[in-house]
């Protein structure tokens, strides 16, 4: 079975701070998907980014990137510039190809300070 | 923009009543899912459904839980005795057919279940 392994519970930074939120995942599958998904305090889940397992490069939407390595088995999210709006719980989570389920890591929460 | 709705927000209810939560997916989605998250804690996955039927269950998906999709239109969550640990938010999610298990789930706001 998949698995997705968020070390950081919590990350505390000062507003304008680039910081980068760590997903290390494991599967036996060749052809999987991995996702970040931010849960706000209002506490829905909005998704931030797909990516497949046969396209290691890496992504950047605004103030958003993501580094996708297959020999680490890791898919980070920096967010550069932070703004309080981003204080959030984050989370990466694993699709395998031939199962139809999402398994979710434990979450980062990020609080950007003032 | 088409979104998952749930329904209720919210539901207390003492323990051993039955629960019902109600889920209405984007509409030309075909998989539908159940996660829970207890506060604080990490989004579980519950189970899926596919074409009328469950395609996967977790081990928390016991024989307290059942699915059904009585319409066409909306996805339910059954929990037939509830239990305190039941207690959680309840996201009901749906996923467009897009390849083989490659799209995004969309979720919907969650029902908060307090079992008392």
């Known amino acids: 079975a998949q698995k997705v392994t968020q070390a950081q519970t919590e990350i505390s930074v000062v507003e304008k701070e680039d910081v980068t939120l760590d997903c290390v995942y494991e599967t036996r599958d060749t052809t999987y998907y991995l996702f970040w998904y931010k849960q706000p305090p209002s506490g829905e889940l909005v998704f931030l980014i797909r990516r497949n397992s046969f396209d290691e490069q890496n992504e950047i939407s605004g103030r958003y990137s993501w580094n996708f390595q297959k020999s680490t088995s890791s898919f980070n999210f920096t967010i550069t510039a932070s703004q309080v709006v981003d204080s959030a719980v984050y989370f990466c989570a694993l699709s395998e190809r031939w199962d139809n389920d999402m398994r979710f890591g434990a979450g980062t929460r990020l609080t950007v300070k003032p | 923009e088409p979104e998952v709705t749930q329904t209720p927000s919210h539901q207390v209810t003492q323990m051993g009543q039955e629960v019902i939560l109600r889920c209405v997916p984007i509409?030309?989605?075909?998989?539908f899912y159940w996660y829970r998250q207890i506060l604080g804690q990490k989004v579980e996955f519950l189970v899926s459904f596919y074409n009328n039927e469950i395609s996967e269950k977790s081990e928390i998906f016991d024989d307290q839980f059942s699915v059904e999709r009585p319409d066409g239109s909306n996805f339910t969550l059954k929990i037939r005795s509830t239990k305190l640990e039941d207690s959680a938010m309840y996201f009901c999610?749906?996923?467009?057919?897009?390849?083989?298990?490659?799209?995004?789930?969309?979720f919907g706001e969650g029902s908060r279940l307090t079992v008392l």
């Open positions: 509409s030309n989605h075909l998989y």
């Open positions: 999610a749906s996923r467009a057919l897009v390849g083989m298990n490659t799209g995004e789930l969309f």
